[in-house]
């Protein structure tokens, strides 16, 4: 199985902590608001006619079609994402981009409290937002935080470190 082009390890000898990074209540909130989106405008791109008391086009239908699947196509992009870390690096899908990273480009995972998610600091002086470890989810969040650190400190160390 690859994951954004990165080869990562599965069965027996796979070492646990490389499991996926993945926010848990963002996940089911944005799931559940996709659907509902999907059947509100599309009930009322059926119904607009009695809502409204006047003729309804077909363009106005559309509209609201076209409408609730845009909201849905982003809650679900919302629920996407994810950071896949194997033992090369991690690549890291947030709302609209997904970015490969080598081990070595992370210098230091940050997770404070005035902090919605995680965030990367990288060797070129940027940063990277990681949204799949969520302050929503409290303690689970915190401990995926330090997963990841642990992750960085393992994989980045470098001759030079000793």
Do not use: C, H, K
């Not at 994402?81 to 210098?107: F, H, S």
């Not at 230091?108 to 990277?128: I, K, M, N």
């Amino acid at each position: 199985m690859t994951t954004g082009g990165a080869a990562r390890p599965e069965g027996p000898g796979a070492d646990p902590a490389l499991r996926p990074f993945r926010p848990r209540a963002a996940r089911v909130v944005s799931l559940a608001l996709a659907a509902a989106s999907v059947v509100l405008f599309g009930g009322i791109a059926v119904a607009l006619e009695p809502i409204t008391g006047r003729p309804a086009g077909l363009g106005d239908r559309a509209a609201f079609a076209v409408l609730g699947v845009a909201i849905a196509w982003f809650l679900l992009r919302e629920a996407g994402v994810r950071a896949d870390p194997d033992p090369d690096g991690v690549t890291v899908r947030n709302l609209l981009r997904t970015r490969r990273l080598a081990w070595a480009e992370v210098v230091s995972v940050r997770f404070g409290p005035d902090r919605p998610w995680v965030q990367l600091d990288l060797a070129d002086g940027g940063t990277l937002a990681v949204m799949a470890v969520q302050r929503a989810d409290g303690d689970r969040a915190r401990a995926e935080a330090r997963r990841l650190a642990t992750l960085v400190a393992r994989y980045s160390a470098t001759e030079r470190d000793d």
